[in-house]
């Protein structure tokens, strides 16, 4: 089956610096890629995702990065804010199931 | 309006006890998941259904057991809880089994003493 691993497990940023989370997956079949915030006491929320046939997707201070030869995948938030203070989580989607890295407990200290 | 709602939220209950879960969804979804998130924060499918049809099955105790009355609904029942089991179940839904984004509830904290 597909491994998805996820690094850092924890990142502290201040607030205006860029925050950089990354993922490396197994399976080459995996072809869908969500990143998912999920804030204290809540239930993950989808925040971007990319498909395999792209290299890059942006979102105002969110971009997503996909290297399909390298297996990796990564988070890029800009201009960080206090509110942007969550679990984040990678996952890959093999066409038939997701799998979910371990989540990175990022902080944004004002 | 709740897209995935879940209940109870939070769910305290002793050893030995058998519990249940409730989930719905006001999506039109036809795919409905439960995860399992442990203290690490872990998140781990458990079960799949896809129109009242479970397709995904993961290694789970046999305690565990899910039953969906219509695709808008996913229940989980556990029967003779363990401290192991104390952790946050999510449910979850999407549009299709091999499609794309799912939209999480807000989870269930169970509390095994």
């Known amino acids: 089956g597909e491994n998805v691993e996820q690094h850092p497990s924890t990142l502290s940023v201040q607030e205006g610096d860029s925050a950089v989370i990354k993922c490396t997956y197994s399976d080459s079949a995996s072809n869908y890629f969500p990143w998912y915030k999920q804030e204290l006491g809540k239930g993950p929320q989808l925040i971007i995702d990319i498909r395999s046939n792209v290299g890059e997707k942006k979102d105002q201070r969110i971009a997503v990065t996909l290297n399909k030869t390298a297996k990796h995948f990564s988070l890029h938030i800009t201009e960080t804010q206090p509110e942007d203070s969550a679990v984040y989580f990678c996952a890959a989607f093999t066409g038939n199931q997701f799998y979910f890295g371990t989540g990175t407990s990022l902080t944004v200290i004002p | 309006d709740t897209a995935v709602s879940q209940t109870p939220k939070y769910l305290v209950t002793q050893m030995g006890n058998d519990k249940s879960i409730k989930c719905e969804q006001n999506?039109?979804?036809?795919?409905m998941y439960w995860y399992k998130q442990d203290s690490k924060k872990f998140l781990k499918i458990m079960f799949s259904y896809n129109n009242k049809e479970l397709i995904i099955n993961e290694t789970v105790p046999n305690r565990f057991s899910p039953k969906s009355p219509d695709k808008a609904h996913l229940n989980l029942h556990i029967n003779s809880l363990e401290l192991g089991d104390s952790a946050v179940y999510f449910c979850a839904s999407s549009r299709g089994p091999y499609t794309d984004t799912q939209y999480f509830g807000p989870g269930t904290r169970l509390t095994v003493l």
């Open positions: 999506l039109g979804h036809d795919t």
